[in-house]
């Protein structure tokens, strides 16, 4: 079974930049994708970005527009999102999640995850 704990989230200044990490435990070589989405109060899970687990390629969704990178470390079973430049409108719940499936083109649906972590809130102040 794997476990995903997230952290590094809390409040922040517009303009300035955060990471959150996600350790991962339990994962197997099925792992293919570990990635981000983000719930803000009212709105849906939006897909952020997801990062090959062995392939180290990577995807973002279409409004990221450059201020967020995600990148990982097996040795550390840990992946981790990187935002500069946080705007108000970035406050939300981060959550990491795995995907024990290939196909990429699925990625920015929430269904198609197999696992998710509790969250991280990351607000953002003007």
């Known amino acids: 079974q794997v476990q995903l704990v997230e952290s590094g989230g809390g409040l922040v200044q517009a303009g300035g930049s955060l990471r959150v990490s996600c350790v991962a435990s339990g994962l197997t070589s099925s792992t293919y994708y570990m990635g981000w989405f983000r719930q803000a109060p009212g709105k849906e899970r939006d897909f952020v970005a997801a990062?090959?687990?062995?392939?180290?390629?990577?995807y973002y969704g279409d409004y990221v527009k450059g201020r967020f990178t995600i990148s990982k470390d097996n040795a550390e079973n840990t992946v981790y999102l990187h935002i500069n430049s946080l705007k108000p409108e970035d406050t939300a719940v981060y959550y990491c999640?795995?995907?024990?499936?290939?196909?990429?083109?699925?990625?920015?649906?929430?269904?198609?995850?197999?696992?998710w972590g509790q969250g991280t809130q990351v607000t953002v102040s003007s």
């Open positions: 990062i090959g687990w062995s392939s180290g390629d990577t």
């Open positions: 999640a795995a995907r024990e499936r290939q196909y990429s083109r699925v990625l920015r649906f929430p269904s198609a995850w197999d696992y």
